[in-house]
Nanobody, 122 residues
Framework: QLVESGGGLVQAGGSLRLSCAAS????????MGWFRQAPGKERDVVAA????????YYADSVKGRFTISRDNAKNTVYLQMNLLKPEDTAVYYC?????????????????WGQGTQVTVSS
């Protein structure tokens, strides 16, 4: 089970840190990803990591502003979001996939959280 938290309302230029707590299994051998879905749009990858080679991936729209990290001891993955923009407004989802390597497609992920709303006001 994945449970996101940390969403909310923030002004443009502000920051939020999303957390995704996993239970029932350890994330140490799971690739983790953050996706988001804005109203009327498809769900897209925001950031992802690979536990096997410790690589990370970021969508072009968030590069330099968002950072994905994990704390395996706490079984939690984070998404630090800085310099937020109104276009970052969306429901953010955490996802996990068993296996090595990097994956940025939704279908590659096995488990999903329920989502947390992020709203950025202008």
């Amino acid at each position: 089970q994945l449970v996101e938290s940390g969403g909310g309302l923030v002004q443009a230029g502000g920051s939020l840190r999303l957390s995704c707590a996993a239970s029932g299994r350890t994330i140490s051998t799971y690739g983790m990803g953050w996706f988001r879905q804005a109203p009327g749009k498809e769900r897209d990858v925001v950031a992802a990591d690979s536990w096997s080679d410790r690589s990370t991936y970021y969508a072009d729209s968030v590069k330099g502003r968002f950072t994905i990290s994990r704390d395996n001891a706490k079984n939690t993955v984070y998404l630090q979001m800085n310099l937020l923009k109104p276009e970052d407004t969306a429901v953010y989802y955490c996802a996990a996939r068993y296996g090595s390597g990097m994956a940025i497609r939704q279908r590659s992920y096995d488990y999903w959280g329920q989502g947390t709303q992020v709203t950025v006001s202008s």
